[in-house]
């Protein structure tokens, strides 16, 4: 079993629609990501937050807005996403203090916008 | 050039028998690598850590190659669940476009 929760598994939402994606890790890591995956391509760095600020933003676009309420706590707020942004949004953590690189992923949010 | 790139294959192995695939990187200030496995559909997993030059577990072994910028995933003894996407990623959050392998019967 994951320690790293996501939710929705599945969503699927209207161009004009708001929504969130939810994101909790059980693990004590001071680290969480946001990456986007498209089938058939490599995870896409989208956001890092370090010690519940934000270190990375990779340029992603303003229809993507991530909150870190605290340590293990992460959300992907969209709104006003266009048919391309559907994809496989992954969250994942690490321990800060050892350097980036060993991720561990929750299952995803499989996210389809019409 | 990407910063990791990988062959995607697939790489298609006979059950028993030992496959091996290549991850190159174009950034030298690239310290540590990872290889992670990922099912279809699925999220990736972390395998294997790699720090120095090399690690092994089990029927997996990595080695690092850091003058040829390359790191190496070898898989003895096939199982037929091993098939998988093996992706290569480094310390510089930078994944690869992975490795397909199918392991057949």
């Known amino acids: 079993d994951t320690e790293v929760t996501q939710t929705p598994k599945h969503l699927v939402m209207g161009m004009t629609n708001k929504k969130s994606l939810k994101c909790e890790q059980h693990m004590g890591h001071r680290a969480m990501y946001w990456y986007k995956q498209k089938a058939k391509k490599p995870p896409e760095l989208m956001f890092v937050y370090s010690y519940e600020k934000l270190s990375i933003n990779e340029s992603v676009p303003s229809r993507f807005s991530p909150e870190c309420p605290n340590s293990s706590l992460l959300n992907l707020h969209l709104h006003a996403l266009q048919p391309e942004d559907s994809a496989l949004y992954l969250c994942?953590?690490?321990?800060?203090?050892?350097?980036?690189?060993?991720?561990?992923f929750g299952e995803g949010s499989r996210l389809t916008v019409l | 050039r990407k910063e990791v790139e990988q062959d995607p294959g697939p790489f298609n192995v006979p059950e028993g028998a030992t496959v091996a695939f290549n991850c190159t990187y174009s950034n030298s200030a690239s310290q540590s690598f990872f290889w992670y496995r990922q099912d279809c559909r699925k999220e990736p997993k972390l395998l294997m850590s790699v720090y120095s030059s090399g690690n092994e577990d089990g029927r997996f072994t990595a080695q690092l190659n850091r003058a040829s910028q390359y790191i190496s995933l070898l898989i003895r003894d096939s199982k037929l669940s091993d098939s998988a996407t093996y992706l290569c990623?480094?310390?510089?959050?930078?994944f690869g476009k992975g490795n397909q392998v199918v392991v057949i019967p």
């Open positions: 990623g480094n310390n510089r959050l930078a």
């Open positions: 994942a953590s690490s321990q800060a203090d050892r350097g980036p690189g060993e991720l561990f």
